[in-house]
């Protein structure tokens, strides 16, 4: 019996997965996964980083990129990609495949919740030296207390160039008041937004300029040609394994650089290994984390424009366009909640996903998953050809339920979505925690949904 027999009475009808693996234990396979989905995270501390770790994969796949700016007539066969400052959008066109060919589109978000650096950043209070953080996204504060932060992103220097930043040192700490201090402090701790969570790095008073030259120093640049900058904090501690048989991961920004990973790698065997019967398409856009309305998120223009572009460069018509839309499937990839066994009740009691028993299929009427019942089957089907199990996910129905850019791509570009992702504990804290065996199952469900059905 599979994990997911043991847990779901639902499931015992689906006859497929009597033949899945038993064991919750992560073998080789899962384990060479994981350990490149680590790699992937650690050289990825902000969303303009999580770009250049899927452009350098994808370019050793023989992926090529495409500027917005340029000319693509006759330029986008094969693989190619774009990238828009934390957005990239990659995909491949099987050698003679018309115009029309329906797009099979893996979406995902780059960004995750963190603490980044406010535009004036150097302050001081009490003869400790500042930085100004805003917050980004739904950040349990709390989770960055007392961690060793690192920071990166982007720079933009007076000629309009850019040029990515990280400081992988303790650089600056959000210190936890003391509980002699705070005698209630577990009975829920308040901490505000502006007053509470500003990260100390030295002594002394406000010094104009300290924090950014001192980054410019570590990026070897000229602090004087920089005019502007995106940057912000890390934890750096690095990812990991954990439990009993290490059968669980522990890593910062699994939500949602697990999906992007996995999307990243079975784009890459769609091209290498499986001539794919549709194009497929890795659409993994910023600011998911905080509505997604912007040049680089998923309301914004960015994947009809392409995809639009793409089928054009090849000489297909408007209505070329239309049919390959039409026939599309996007699979929306993002982290999706495990049963806590601390709070089991604030879950729907016959939906417990766990970790290790495959990716989540997520299900909500009122549209904060775009999934409906042929979603559902078009990805059950995937999962069966690629021999990964899969489990239901919905909200219990007191309890708010979170989103994805399912039902913005579903709306935006009128293609049939579904949403699914891994499920994991601790989403949105500066460390999350998924099975180790799931990664490697999403990556595999995710080849088989692009290349085949
Ligand atoms: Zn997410």
Known sequence: MSPTHDTHDTHDTHDTHDTHDTTVTPDATDRSHGDDLLTFVTASPSPYHVVASAAQRLEKAGFEELR????????????RYVVRGGALIAWYVPEGAPPRTPFRIIGAHTDSPNLRVKPAPDTSSAGWRQVAVEIYGGVPLNTWLDRDLGISGRLTLRDGSTRLVRVDKPLLRVPQLAIHLDRTANEGLALDRQRHMAPLWGL????????LRRIAEEADADFAEILGWDLMLHDIQPPGYLGADEEFIVSPRLDNQISVHAGVTALVAAATARPPAHIPVLAAFDHEEVGSGSESGAQGPLLERVLGRGVAARGGSAEDFNRALAGAFCVSADMSHAVHPNYAERHDPDHHPLPNAGPVIKVNVNQRYATDGTGVA??????????VPWQPFVSHNAMPCGTSI???????????TVDVGVPGLSMHSARELCGARDPGLLARALTHFVTSG
Request: one cysteine or more; hydrophobic letters at 40%.
């Open 204 to 211: 002394g008073g406000t010094e104009p300029g300290a924090l």
């Open 68 to 79: 917005a700016t340029d000319d693509w007539t006759n330029g986008a066969g094969g693989g």
């Open 378 to 387: 078009a990805f059950a089907a995937a999962c069966e050809r690629a021999d």
């Open 406 to 416: 399912g039902p913005i791509t579903a709306a935006r570009l009128g293609v049939a």
